[in-house]
């Protein structure tokens, strides 16, 4: 199994950091891009296969454009009824 290299992003400059801290006065983003073949290494496309982003699945996840994979798990059949 392949280990995830997941990594911290500050949204205003996209500086990196290995650990939470501060940038810009506020706390920088955990980002997990998954392993080398995961498919949310790609970018976002529409059922058609055309782009509807550039930017790869896992950072529209950590800035909040997407909801995760988990997110969609924890939402229990009856609270859709």
Not at 69 to 81: D, E
Request: hydrophobic share 35%; glycine share 4%.
């Amino acid at each position: 199994m392949e280990a995830s290299a997941s990594f911290y992003l500050c949204p205003t400059c996209f500086n990196i950091s290995e650990s939470a801290r501060e940038c810009h006065g506020r706390q920088m983003i955990r980002c997990d891009p998954g392993t080398p073949s995961d498919e949310r290494r790609k970018p976002l496309t529409d059922a058609e296969g055309h782009l509807k982003s550039h930017a790869p699945r896992w950072f529209l996840e950590a800035v909040g454009s997407l909801p995760t994979p988990q997110a969609h798990r924890a939402v229990p059949k009856a609270a859709l009824a």
